[in-house]
């Protein structure tokens, strides 16, 4: 079974994924997967250009885990869809020294819900988990994938609402 961890930018994907495979599941990093597929730069947005079509038609399912911002564009069995209130995503991005205006548009995509829209668009309502991880940590984060990958948690998703972090004006 493929589950995918998707979510926006500093949500927690890979500090999760590193977590699970400690407790000795197989994660893929798809960062690690997609270097082929990179074919060039987005200056004014930071960052790569990706034919994300053809990295998807040919990524090789697994049986674990694949973390990454677009792994809710693979065949996965399940997808947990990471989320972050938007002013801690702006600090944890502020910390990785993000531009501004990449922190921006990010806060701004967990905001308007993005990732999980587009999850929603493909999968199966009864394949999707939902899951903060404002404040929580990733032994926390680990063992609520985990128990929703078991059946032991059902799926859920829809109940966070973070538009009024949506800055109005120019």
């Known amino acids: 079974m493929m589950c995918g ?4 930018p500093g949500t927690g994907k890979s500090m999760i994924g590193d977590e699970l495979a400690r407790r000795g599941h197989r994660v893929v990093h798809l960062t690690d997967t997609v270097g082929p597929y990179v074919t060039g730069d987005d200056e004014k947005r930071d960052v790569q250009i990706i034919d994300v079509d053809r990295w998807a038609a040919e990524f090789r399912p697994v049986d674990g885990f694949v973390e990454g911002h677009f792994a809710h564009l693979l065949p996965c069995d399940k997808v947990i869809v990471l989320r972050c209130r938007p002013d801690e995503l702006k600090a944890r991005l502020a910390q990785r020294k993000y531009r501004a205006s990449k922190i921006r548009e990010n806060a701004e995509a967990e905001a308007l819900d993005s990732c999980l829209i587009e999850t929603v668009e493909d999968y199966d309502p009864a394949t999707i988990f939902e899951l903060d991880t ?30 009024s972090f949506l800055e109005v004006g120019p």
């Open 5 to 8: 961890i998707t979510g926006t």
């Open 134 to 163: 404002t404040g929580r940590d990733a032994p926390y984060c680990a063992d609520r994938i985990e128990q929703f990958v078991k059946g032991e948690i059902p799926a859920d998703y829809g109940h966070i609402d973070w538009t």
